[in-house]
């Protein structure tokens, strides 16, 4: 194993229950410490034997997010970079079924020349080897456990975390505890037993934590955080109480006033006070009554579980703050809108704008077709994104005269599919890892929207976050992830023209259409990418942002 000898590891783990913010408090701890001016990343290992999230239903596990070389993850990736503002890879995630998948086909191919392959030390030592890749670049590597401490599956990567620490030293590992204390009603108290038991076992397994977060939903006493001190053998001082707030964003000004950074600066040797300015502002935008209400409405298939669409909202959301607006999401069941349902579309019609999601199938299809026909016709701006700008596309054809326009994803049979399957990829509608994945370039069009968006940007930034690029002629080369199966077909460009669309950035090759928009409308973009992977709260996606403006 390859270290990073001048890196510090902090592993963070969850007792009680899972799903109380563990990634969250971890991120903000990395925001915190990037802050400070280190360069932090982050890595998930997480127990499921998936060996990756592409496959996986987001009603049950949310957005799939994809990196920027192609790798489908959990939403915690999202996460990550939100906070951290860097970019996570194939190296951020670490799922057992990928941990057991490269161990078995390294037993098939005699890579063990016929030891007996097991848990420990094999499935051990390669997530330290992942662990240790993950860091290679890194002052501070973050890793999170998931799942809850004492879950069977999550054993050998806790026994791995554990052993880490021998080969990188103790002192530069700081392990810690997120755990739940919850409130009883009925006796009107916070019961630390689950606690308490969840360090035992943490300490069963080798574990003694150097802090632990307590989270409850109240703020708690200082004696509880002693009281779970003293059972746990700890120093108070590592306890600290991290109780809910509003908004995920404003948890690393929390972490920050529960006292963390003495044990932060401690460990990584610096005592220089962390620059939180943009984070307070942000906080501040956020949480202020602007007197502007924009009424976004969602149009998707998934309602109501704002996980799916993660990205998209946290775009949104911040894309308000930051033009001083409020922001009223209206969630739109497109299968809903598609049946003509009134009240579906009595909200169509009260919205400001509309933004389309990605998404696949074809249930609730017609509907985000409708709401694009809708936008195009009376000039409602409107975002497409993947999904989204595949039914504008339709929606444009067939105001351009072809009336039967689809998608081969909705309607194989269909003679007039100006959205069809990409070569390369026939035959792989249900297998993993398959489609067009992470970055991809684009050239936008000199004089188009589009291109403005992006290179007023680079202007008022210096550069869009990695890689936008205004080239000689007045082009505008930009890089975008992709998660899709479908494209374009050219051949229908003619018609989308005369339906109000005209293709505004193109594949450096000219061969795919990337981007779209309505020249004579206020505000009408749509990408074959997704932008809200790179957004960011602190720094938003400038599509969002021009959306946002164009309201009202
Ligand atoms: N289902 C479409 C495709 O595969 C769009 C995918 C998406 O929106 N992510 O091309």
């Not at 239903?57 to 503002?85: A, K, Q």
């Not at 690029?469 to 899709?484: A, F, P, S, Y």
Request: proline letters at 4%.
């Amino acid at each position: 194993m390859k270290k990073n000898t001048n890196c510090k590891y902090i592993f963070v783990t969850g007792g009680v229950l899972s799903g109380v913010g563990k990634g969250i408090t971890a991120a903000s701890m990395g925001a915190i410490l990037k802050a400070k001016g280190f360069k932090v990343t982050m890595q998930k290992c997480d127990p499921y034997l998936n060996v990756d999230a592409g496959l996986l239903n987001p009603i049950e596990h949310g957005e799939c997010y994809v990196t920027h070389d192609g790798i489908e993850t959990d939403l915690d990736l999202g996460h990550y970079e939100r906070f951290l503002d860097f970019e996570t890879s194939k190296y951020s995630i670490t799922l057992s079924g990928s941990i057991y998948k490269e161990l078995i086909e390294r037993e098939r191919a005699g890579g063990f020349h016929g030891k007996t392959v097991q848990l420990v030390p094999h499935f051990t030592d390669l997530v330290q080897e992942k662990i240790a890749l993950a860091s290679r670049d890194s002052d501070i590597h973050i890793v999170e456990i998931g799942g809850t401490v004492g879950d069977y599956e999550g054993l050998p990567f806790i026994e791995a975390i554990r052993l880490f620490a021998n080969k990188v030293g103790r002192e530069n590992c700081l392990y810690l505890s997120v755990v739940f204390v919850p409130w009883l009603n009925t006796s009107k108290e916070l019961k630390t037993k689950p606690a308490q038991n969840a360090l035992k076992d943490l300490r069963g397994f080798g574990i003694i934590p150097d802090v632990v977060c307590v989270r409850t939903e109240k703020p708690a006493s200082r004696s509880i955080c002693e009281k779970i001190a003293a059972f746990a053998g700890l120093n108070p001082d590592a306890v600290l109480n991290l109780p809910d707030i509003d908004s995920v964003y404003d948890v690393p000004l929390n972490v920050l006033r529960s006292g963390v950074l003495e044990i932060l600066d401690k460990f990584v040797g610096s005592s220089k006070t962390p620059d939180m300015r943009k984070w307070e502002k942000f906080s501040k935008m956020r949480s202020t009554n602007w007197p502007e209400i924009v009424k976004v409405g969602l149009v998707a298939k998934y309602v109501g579980n704002e996980d799916t669409y993660i990205c998209v909202t946290e775009a949104l959301k911040a894309a308000a703050a930051h033009n001083h607006k409020n922001l009223d999401l209206i969630w739109i069941n497109a299968e809903k809108l598609e049946e003509s349902d009134p009240e579906a579309v009595g909200l169509l019609h009260s919205v400001d704008g509309v933004v389309v999601p990605g998404g696949f199938g074809s249930r609730g299809v017609e509907g985000k077709i409708l709401a694009a026909d809708y936008c195009l016709a009376h000039d409602v701006p409107y975002l497409g994104l993947c999904l989204g700008m595949q039914v504008a596309c339709i929606a444009a054809a067939r105001r351009g005269g072809v009336k039967d326009a689809n998608s081969e994803e909705f309607g194989a049979t269909a003679k007039n599919n100006v959205i069809y399957i990409m070569e390369d990829q026939k035959g792989k509608e249900s297998t993993g890892a398959s489609m067009r994945l992470g970055d991809y370039p684009a050239k936008l069009k000199h004089g188009t929207k589009t291109a403005k968006i992006y290179r007023d940007e680079v202007e008022e930034c210096g550069e869009y976050v990695y890689g936008t690029e205004v080239l000689k002629n007045g082009d505008v080369k930009v890089i975008e992830r992709h998660r899709h199966r479908y494209e374009v077909n050219q051949d229908f460009l003619p018609t989308i023209e005369k339906g109000g669309l005209v293709v505004s950035g193109y594949s450096p090759d000219g061969k795919l259409v990337e981007f779209v928009e309505a020249p004579k409308l206020k505000f009408f973009q749509a990408t074959q990418a997704h932008p809200e992977f790179k957004s960011r709260p602190l720094h938003v996606h400038p599509l969002f942002m021009e959306f946002i403006k164009s309201l009202k």
